[in-house]
């Protein structure tokens, strides 16, 4: 059974930084365009990020010109570096499949900015 695990969030104060893992036990993984997905509470999850095989990247406005995904396919990982953090971005942060059949969903990982 694939499993994706992330890793890496925490507490920071406001236009602090962060930078999110995502490991995939995904066979291919290389040719899998992967994205990171945010929640936040009362909110429907949605797309922050996604990138593709071939690295072409593509961002939500809301995080456009903060944060950076970027991938390592022989550790077959995800990054997502999150840089001048703003409260409006506290969720839990979760990776999976961007196109095609879903992944079960890892368990997420907490990002909580404030003061």
């Known amino acids: 059974q694939v499993q994706v695990v992330e890793s890496g969030g925490g507490l920071v104060q406001p236009g602090g930084s962060l930078r999110l893992s995502c490991a995939a036990s995904l066979s291919a993984f290389q040719i899998n365009t992967i994205g990171w997905y945010r929640q936040a509470p009362g909110k429907q999850r949605e797309v922050v990020a996604y990138i593709t095989s071939d690295t072409v990247t593509n961002y939500a406005d809301a995080v456009k010109g903060r944060f950076m995904i970027s991938r390592d396919n022989a550790k077959k990982t995800v990054y997502l570096q999150m840089n001048s953090l703003k409260p409006e971005d506290t969720a839990v942060y979760y990776c999976?499949?961007?196109?095609?059949?879903?992944?079960?969903w890892g368990q997420g990982t907490q990002v909580t900015v404030s003061s």
């Open positions: 999976n499949r961007a196109f095609g059949p879903m992944l079960n």
